[in-house]
Structure formats: structure tokens, C-alpha cells
């Protein structure tokens, strides 16, 4: 009788993390859009971006290799928040980066902190000049991601028109605008990635457009994604962000709001821009992913309102 005797290597877990949150009246309101608007290696030849989702290492080394290098990515919304900290960590992973922003003075500090490859400074709500933007590309990129947009709410009977319509532009306009523009700059297997939020989903009379916004955009990516195949579409709902518009919204309230999350959320502790960062970048590099929503919100949805 031979005797077989079998070893099994011990595979080390995959951690994954998802975040963000919202609750109360004025909380929710800052819920629903934190995430509404709101980073080496031998260069040549560039890799394809469809393929292999493994990195590469020499026996007894555990050093990992940046999963962007030789690519591009721009960031419409790249001057602050999660745009900028998006930005920061696809720069970590080799990325060359292009920054779109408002402020040309923040901008600016943007693109030194992060070694931006090229910047412009517009509002992207401004169709003539994100169209100028486009077509000024170089070609092929790889990856865009929006992050701009700000919050427009309010009871439907009493909000004024133009902010109505503003609603609805600096969203879902805005994207179908990316994706024409995009369409004839990104390369097969490369992301088309939008911003939306989770507070929206629940009916409420004060939030209105956005919540018109949050139940559009997963739609119209989902569709966007067929039409543009195969260009990856895909959308991040995004609960409370710790970010500068977070802080905007809440004014006074914010350290009390911090505080309630790490109580009440299951991670015991407040998103902050690199979640969504680093999810942002996972979307980028996984060629498996289209036509999908995914949510970061810490759990907050599974706790009671």
C-alpha cells in the first residue's frame, strides 16, 4: 500500500470592507449627497486593462505590484474630498492622473499634493466646457471618475425651479454628458464611475430631488453600461463621508454627528474619503464589475433609523 499524505497551504483571508451612513432631518440631508460630490513601475509597454487581476512576486517576497501602472485616470470633482483622495491612491497605484475642479486655487494645491499629469480648471455643469475638455484629451484613457455635484433639496412644492433643475443636471445630466464625451476617449475594459448616496432611497418630504436622483442613477447606469460596452459603467452610493462638504452641511452639528456614527454604526467608526477611495480603485481594476451600484455606508442601513 502506498501511503499519500496531502499538505494544504494556508490561503490568508480576503478582508472586505464596505462604509458610509445618514439619520434625522438635517442629517439626512448631509447623508444623502456626501457622496454626491463630493489615489512606479516600468511604463512600457502599456498593459492591457482587461486580464489579470494577480500580482506579481518573487518567491519569499510579499511586496505587491501597483495594479494601474500605464494608465490614466481622470477625476471631474479631483480638487477636495473623495475626487482628490480617489486621485492620491490610483497615483499609488501607478496611475497618471488628470484633475478637473471649480476653484483654480484649490485645484492647483491638488494637483501638487497628488502629481498631476495635466489639470483644468471649469465647472462641469457648463456643457460647452466639459464637451472642450473631452475632446482636448489625449487618447485613450482609461478610467474617469465624477465626483462634482452638489446638494439641491427641499419639499418638491416649495423649492424653486432652477434649483430643481440644477438637481437634476449636476447628476444625472452631468452623466449622460460624461458618458457621451467619454464614449470616444476610453478604451475597452476601462470605467466610466459615478457618485450617488444611500439617504435618498427612504421617502421623505424634505429631501425631494435628491431623493429623485438617488432612485435615477443606478437606472441609468445600468443602462449606460450596455450602451457602452465593452467601457465599464458603475455607480458608488455612498452613505456619510467625512469630508469637507460633510462638515459644510452640518456646520456645529458635525462632532455630534461623528460621535452618534461610531456608537450606532456595526464598523464603530465614521467613512472617511479613502473607503470610497479605495473601493473607487477596486471598481478600476476589476474588468468583472459593470452596470452595478455599490453601497458604502458602514452598515448604516442596517441600523434602525
Known amino acids: 500500500m502506498v501511503a499519500m499524505r496531502l499538505s494544504f497551504a494556508k490561503?490568508?483571508?480576503?478582508l472586505m470592507r464596505s462604509q458610509c451612513n445618514s439619520v434625522t432631518l438635517a442629517q439626512n440631508?448631509?447623508?444623502?449627497?456626501?457622496?454626491?460630490?463630493a489615489q512606479g513601475g516600468d511604463r512600457s509597454p502599456t498593459p492591457p486593462i482587461g486580464g489579470t487581476m494577480?500580482?506579481?512576486?518573487?518567491?519569499?517576497?510579499?511586496?505587491?505590484?501597483?495594479?494601474?501602472?500605464?494608465q490614466t485616470v481622470v477625476v471631474i470633482g479631483g480638487s477636495a474630498g473623495i475626487g482628490l483622495e480617489t486621485a492620491r491612491r490610483a497615483r499609488a497605484e501607478g496611475a497618471d492622473v488628470i484633475l478637473t475642479g471649480r476653484n483654480p486655487q484649490r485645484l492647483k494645491q491638488a494637483v501638487l499634493e497628488v502629481g498631476a499629469q495635466h489639470s483644468e480648471a471649469f465647472d462641469a455643469n457648463d456643457a460647452a466646457s466639459l464637451e472642450r475638455f473631452f475632446r482636448g484629451l489625449p487618447t485613450?484613457?482609461?478610467?474617469?471618475?465624477?465626483?462634482?455635484?452638489g446638494p439641491h433639496y427641499g419639499p418638491l412644492l416649495a423649492i424653486e425651479l432652477e434649483d430643481a433643475r440644477r438637481g437634476l443636471t449636476e447628476h444625472v445630466l452631468l452623466a449622460i454628458q460624461v458618458a457621451q464625451g467619454a464614449s470616444r476617449k476610453v478604451r475597452p475594459g476601462g470605467t466610466l464611475l459615478f457618485?450617488?448616496?444611500?439617504?435618498?432611497?427612504?421617502?421623505?418630504?424634505?429631501?425631494?430631488?435628491a431623493s429623485a436622483v438617488t432612485v435615477a442613477m443606478p437606472a441609468l447606469v445600468a443602462?449606460?453600461?450596455?450602451?457602452?460596452?465593452?467601457v465599464r459603467v458603475n455607480l458608488i452610493a455612498a452613505g456619510f463621508v467625512d469630508t469637507p462638504l460633510s462638515a459644510s452641511l452640518l456646520g456645529?452639528?458635525?462632532?455630534?454627528?461623528?460621535?452618534?456614527l461610531r456608537?450606532?454604526?456595526?464598523?464603530?467608526?465614521?467613512v472617511g474619503p479613502a473607503d470610497v477611495a479605495a473601493l473607487a480603485v477596486h471598481i478600476m481594476t476589476n474588468t468583472a464589475l459593470t452596470g452595478a451600484t455599490y453601497d458604502i455606508d458602514g452598515g448604516q442601513q442596517l441600523v434602525a433609523r
Open 29 to 37: 440631508l448631509a447623508d444623502s449627497f456626501c457622496g454626491l460630490r
Open 140 to 149: 485613450p484613457i482609461d478610467h474617469v471618475m465624477v465626483t462634482a455635484g
Open 54 to 70: 494577480t500580482t506579481a512576486s518573487t518567491p519569499g517576497s510579499t511586496r505587491r505590484e501597483p495594479e494601474l501602472v500605464g
Open 11 to 14: 490561503i490568508p483571508p480576503v
Open 263 to 270: 456608537a450606532t454604526l456595526p464598523i464603530r467608526r465614521v
Open 252 to 260: 456645529e452639528d458635525l462632532d455630534r454627528r461623528r460621535d452618534e
Open 223 to 230: 443602462n449606460l453600461a450596455l450602451e457602452l460596452a465593452p
Open 195 to 209: 457618485m450617488g448616496g444611500t439617504g435618498g432611497r427612504h421617502p421623505s418630504a424634505v429631501l425631494g430631488i
